[in-house]
């Protein structure tokens, strides 16, 4: 793992860090709690995959909901990557499953290896976004930021990082790690929130068309 990371993980640190990015601690335990929870959902009759494709396809999902309640952010498929995007700060989140997040000795690794996109994504983050990491002065083009979600033996890890290079689909290096939630079970995180929150209504058009 690289020496040379910024890593957050007090609270009063980790809540300004996000700040600056457009998310909150509140936020990505949403999308941990959800996406874990339909990971559970998976049963022994579903194929093998199955608990980790759900939680992905969930945490996409509950990562979308909770930052476009922000008419700032935008859905955006980038070479097919699920990510949703903030034209005015530059600054694009994605979802992925890893092994175990919120280890300062690990680098987190997807469940599943990420593809050429993702690669491309990420060395582009090497570039500098921030003057002086000053959100007033932007350069460059989106920076990728992933929420990444890891769970174990029923407990709960999230991290929001910033990787800079990968190898075989696979992080090898990151910039910047905000640890989110640590070691939590499902009721830990359930406990934060009213089970009557706001519902995101869809007014998806359905099309079918030959091709």
């Known amino acids: 793992m690289s020496t040379n990371i910024k890593v957050s993980d007090n609270k009063v640190d980790v809540i300004s860090r996000l700040s600056l990015l457009g998310i909150s601690i509140d936020q990505v335990r949403e999308i941990a709690l959800r996406a874990i929870t339909a990971k559970y959902n998976a049963v022994s009759n579903h194929p093998q995959n199955a608990g980790g494709t759900l939680a992905y ?19 955006a498929r980038p070479n097919n990557m699920e990510t949703i995007r903030n034209p005015k700060t530059k600054i694009e989140f994605a979802y992925s499953n890893v092994d175990y997040a919120c280890r300062v000795e690990h ?8 593809g050429k996109a993702s690669k491309k994504a990420v060395d582009n983050n090497q570039i500098p976004l921030f003057e002086d990491d000053c959100v007033s002065s932007l350069i460059g083009n989106y920076q990728l930021w992933y929420v990444l979600v890891s769970e174990k033996d029923g407990h709960i890890n999230a991290e929001v990082s910033l990787p800079t290079l990968m190898e075989d689909g696979c992080f090898t290096e990151f910039k910047e790690r905000i640890f989110c939630v ?3 079970t499902p009721d830990d995180i359930g406990d934060l929130y009213d089970s009557s929150g706001d519902e995101v209504e869809y007014d998806d058009e359905i099309t079918i068309s030959k091709k």
């Open 57 to 75: 396809l969930e945490g996409v999902k509950t990562l979308r909901d909770e930052l476009g309640k922000d008419s700032d952010w935008e859905v």
């Open 182 to 184: 640590i070691n939590a």
């Open 107 to 114: 680098n987190p690794q997807p469940i599943s290896k990420k």
